[in-house]
């Protein structure tokens, strides 16, 4: 099995769109090179008369125009085709006055969202090869590889300048040059989305290689990497091994902890761990005294956090985006519960800025009635400031209780059905948790 999601980031010039191409041509993968829409958007702001400057307007635009990648509809040398509201600006945004703006455009929260949510609907049907900046940072950290391709400046210049000659472009490299560093600097150093490797990611340098090279030795990577789910496993189970009675010792010696009805957890069999989310100390808490591995899914935002990302991904925790329907996150979850393990979640998808419970979503009803795996509701106490406390050198007093398990009904799409077993479930939660904790579902 080769990776599915490839995630190549990289500098301008660094050879990401030239790998990226041959790549999906040798695995039969769709190629999609997001860079060409920042440009897009770039090239139509400059051709409108809108100023770079003005994020407002630029975040509007792209919000607005209709971007369409598509393979190359004329043989001209192109990698693929790029057409805005059904113009072609294949060329256009190859420009050196676009090189000089993209940079800030792309730094603009308002365009990074408009854009992202689109990259990542093509990318999570797989069987692609994607390349950008922050790929396997941002648009697809759940990525089965990820390359890193880097570059001295001065050739990175070099190779921009020549592309730019042959196209007949007047511009002279020590233009090039001081474009190409001034995009770095913006890039690397831009507050959202910095240009940076993933922390899983495989660097190489291309600076004195050909792209026959490079080519040749992301093949050997692939071929060696056929199997990447149970390379992820194996690493899994190792930190896991380890990390767990670790987590459980801390608990005990830093919190006052109290843990309840663990015999309620089933021994085997699929089962979903259905917990209030108060802090950042209920997944770790449940992974440390459930009475058996649990998986557990955490929020995408949290692999961009250095030591958090490392920890999550050693852990092997499914990522989700927020507030954004992800199916792959959904079929990863069954996939877990029909291998007979057991899953955590929180219903409510967030933490409760009140502490109180708030009314959940349908996805915990979805995935047990799906794969009829019965719920154990959990009700956590004492983790929503438990974090201050700890850095006041206080031991914050932690309960977590362990519910009966819950037998799902049949299957279905129904709304209603959805929402009745989800109120079942949150109804179970409250009714371990002191009243000024039971909110929507009191």
């Known amino acids: 099995m080769k990776p599915s999601i490839i995630a190549i980031d990289g500098p301008a010039a660094s050879g990401k769109s030239t790998l990226g191409e041959r790549l999906a041509r040798e695995l039969g993968y769709t190629y999609f090179d997001t860079g060409v829409m920042y440009r897009a958007v770039t090239w139509i702001a400059i051709k409108r008369g809108i100023p770079i400057q003005d994020e407002k307007a630029i975040t509007a635009l792209a919000q607005s125009i209709h971007i369409e990648v598509a393979p190359p509809t004329v043989q001209d040398g ?9 113009e072609d600006v294949t060329w256009d945004i190859k420009r050196p006055e676009v090189d000089k703006a993209v940079s800030p455009v792309s730094a603009y929260s308002g365009v990074r969202e408009a854009l992202t949510k689109q990259q990542r609907r093509i990318g999570l049907k797989g069987k692609i090869v994607m390349v950008g900046r922050d790929i396997g940072t941002v648009v697809l950290p759940e990525a089965d590889l990820k390359i890193y391709l880097d570059a001295s400046l001065e050739e990175r210049a070099r190779r921009r300048w020549k592309e730019l000659l042959a196209r007949g472009e007047s511009i002279s490299y020590e233009e090039v040059l001081k474009i190409m560093r001034d995009r770095d600097q913006i890039d690397s150093s831009r507050s959202l989305a910095p240009l940076r490797p993933a922390e899983d990611a495989i660097v190489i340098d291309t600076t004195s290689m050909g792209i026959e090279e490079v080519f040749r030795k992301v093949m050997e990577i692939i071929n060696n990497t056929s199997d990447p789910p149970r390379s992820l496993e194996k690493r899994s189970v190792i930190f896991r091994r380890f990390a767990i009675p670790i987590l459980r010792f801390l608990f005990r010696l830093l919190t006052r902890v109290e843990v309840r009805g663990q015999e309620n957890v089933p021994e085997s069999g699929p089962v979903i761990i259905a917990i209030n989310h108060l802090g950042h100390l209920d997944a770790p808490l449940v992974v440390a005294f459930a009475p058996r591995e649990v998986e557990g899914i955490a929020l995408a935002d949290l692999y961009k956090v250095p030591v958090t990302g490392l920890l999550l991904r050693l852990y092997g925790a499914i990522p ?6 992800d199916r792959s996150v959904i079929q990863r979850s069954l996939e877990v519960l029909a291998q007979g393990k057991a899953l955590a979640l929180a219903p409510e998808a967030r933490r409760s800025p009140s502490r109180a419970l708030e009314k959940a979503r349908r ?16 009700a956590i106490t004492g983790t929503e400031d438990a974090v201050e406390k700890l850095l006041r050198f206080k031991r914050p007093r932690i309960t977590l209780t362990f519910g009966k398990p819950i037998s799902p009904p049949p299957f279905s799409r129904d709304k209603a059905a959805l929402e009745s077993f989800t109120e079942k479930i949150m109804k179970e939660i409250a009714a371990m948790l002191p009243p000024q904790y039971r909110g929507y579902y009191s």
């Open 320 to 325: 989700v985006h927020r507030d954004e329907f």
């Open 78 to 86: 192109r990698q693929c085709s790029v057409f805005v509201d059904g």
């Open 363 to 378: 996805g915990v009803a979805y995935l047990a009635m799906k794969g009829q795996a019965p719920v154990v509701p959990a």
